[in-house]
């Protein structure tokens, strides 16, 4: 079954810097990848997702990056800001096949002042 | 539109007890899937289903029971708690595969003591 790898496990970024979080996936029938955000204490929430015939998308200070060749990609988050403080996590899925989205880890990301 | 409603909140239960994890969902959307979530290890799939009638198991299926009788309920029943059962359990919903929109909606979560 999909195995997702999730680097680093936490990370802490001064504020106004970009932070970027990587990613590898195992089954190379994944074709959507979506991004999920947590806030302490409340539920995941979905904050960017990418589809495997696409190698990037943009949503305002957010960008997914995926390459298919080395089954990896990454989230980057550019001008950091306080609310960006939270736990992120990847997934892996197959559409159309058996559609178990799967997840990584986590990555907890802190925001210096 | 209430999204993806979980019940209870909290909940203690002793060793050997059984009880169901309730889910319910408004909007209409055919996957529905149960995730547990301990501390360092993500979120990890227990079961899931892409319609009423039809589920199969996730990565950590041991230990419990789900059924999808309606296309809105989802119900995930412990059959004999453990200590390590002990946990946050989320259930998620989103469209099926001809929806564009293939991002899960969460519940709230469940918050599982096993003494």
């Known amino acids: 079954g999909e195995n997702v790898e999730q680097h680093p496990s936490t990370l802490s970024v001064q504020e106004g810097d970009s932070a970027v979080i990587k990613c590898t996936y195992s089954?190379?029938?994944?074709?959507?990848f979506p991004w999920y955000k947590q806030e302490l204490g409340k539920r995941p929430q979905l904050i960017i997702d990418i589809r495997s015939n696409v190698g990037e998308k943009k949503d305002q200070r957010i960008a997914v990056t995926l390459n298919k060749t080395a089954k990896h990609f990454s989230l980057h988050i550019t001008e950091t800001q306080p609310e960006d403080s939270a736990v992120y996590f990847c997934a892996a899925s197959t559409m159309g096949g058996d559609d178990k989205i799967i997840f990584g880890k986590g990555t907890r990301l802190h925001i210096l002042p | 539109n209430a999204g993806v409603t979980q019940t209870p909140k909290f909940q203690v239960l002793k060793t050997g007890q059984s009880m169901t994890l309730q889910c319910a969902q408004d909007m209409n959307h055919e996957y529905m899937s149960w995730y547990r979530q301990d501390p360092g290890m993500g979120l990890r799939l227990i079961h899931y289903?892409?319609?009423?009638?039809?589920?199969d198991q996730g990565e950590v299926p041991n230990g419990y029971n789900v059924s999808r009788s309606t296309t809105e309920d989802f119900p995930l029943r412990l059959l004999s708690a453990a200590p390590s059962q002990t946990s946050v359990y989320f259930c998620?919903?989103?469209?099926?595969?001809?929806?564009?929109?293939?991002?899960?909606?969460f519940g709230s979560g469940t918050r599982l003591t096993v003494v």
């Open positions: 998620a919903s989103r469209r099926g595969a001809k929806g564009a929109d293939y991002g899960y909606t």
């Open positions: 289903s892409v319609g009423a009638g039809i589920t």
């Open positions: 089954d190379s029938a994944s074709n959507y």
